[in-house]
């Protein structure tokens, strides 16, 4: 057998090392598992599978995980997924969203994970569980009296005839 060389080991210990900072498996343990082991991925794919005759909005469903969630999740194999990583996309995505999306996709992960549960494509426990959802305000503050819709109706008058309409309908 020939020896190896330096460069290539190097190489070698590169490529473990960025897998490991993007927090993946290096490649040598990651070739060895994925014949038997899942990502996120395989199950949201399966999931949507399953419910494209029956989920009237699952091409919606489909591209909004694609473009927000497959990034944070889908290359993680299920068994490695934790509350904490569920905690940290739900961080991650409260960031940028409402707390109303934030809980739909929490609620999207939860139902991928009982879907996989229920056809056996998953043996673990449902890292979703017992997260705790963003509270959702969607109240609205108050409506205008009718000494104030006068009062702005009064303001328009002077504004274009189209502005005045959209408000006085």
């Given at each position: 057998?020939?020896?190896?060389?330096?460069?290539?080991?190097?190489?070698?210990?590169?490529?473990?090392?960025?897998?490991?900072?993007?927090?993946?498996?290096?490649?040598?343990?990651?070739?060895?598992?994925?014949?038997?082991?899942?990502?996120?991925?395989?199950?949201?794919?399966?999931?949507?599978?399953?419910?494209?005759?029956?989920?009237?909005?699952?091409?919606?469903?489909?591209?909004?995980?694609?473009?927000?969630?497959?990034?944070?999740?889908?290359?993680?194999?299920?068994?490695?997924?934790?509350?904490?990583?569920?905690?940290?996309?739900?961080?991650?995505?409260?960031k940028?969203?409402?707390?109303?999306?934030?809980?739909?996709?929490?609620?999207?992960?939860?139902?991928?994970?009982?879907?996989?549960?229920?056809?056996?494509?998953?043996?673990?426990?449902n890292?979703?569980?017992?997260?705790?959802?963003?509270?959702?305000?969607?109240?609205?503050?108050?409506?205008?009296?009718?000494?104030?819709?006068?009062?702005?109706?009064?303001?328009?008058?002077?504004?274009e005839?189209?502005?005045?309409?959209?408000?006085?309908?």
């Open positions: 057998m020939r020896g190896l060389r330096e460069n290539y080991c190097n190489q070698k210990r590169k490529e473990i090392m960025v897998s490991l900072r993007i927090g993946e498996l290096p490649p040598i343990l990651a070739n060895g598992k994925k014949k038997h082991e899942k990502t996120f991925d395989n199950l949201a794919q399966a999931y949507f599978e399953d419910k494209e005759l029956i989920n009237k909005s699952n091409h919606k469903q489909k591209a909004r995980y694609e473009s927000q969630l497959k990034p944070l999740i889908g290359n993680k194999y299920t068994t490695q997924i934790t509350k904490s990583d569920i905690e940290k996309i739900q961080k991650e995505l409260a940028t969203r409402a707390p109303k999306t934030v809980s739909l996709y929490l609620q999207f992960i939860n139902t991928v994970f009982n879907h996989a549960i229920s056809k056996e494509l998953f043996s673990g426990v890292p979703v569980q017992g997260i705790q959802e963003q509270k959702v305000d969607n109240k609205r503050e108050r409506f205008l009296t009718v000494e104030e819709v006068k009062k702005l109706l009064d303001a328009l008058e002077d504004q005839e189209s502005t005045y309409l959209f408000y006085s309908l």
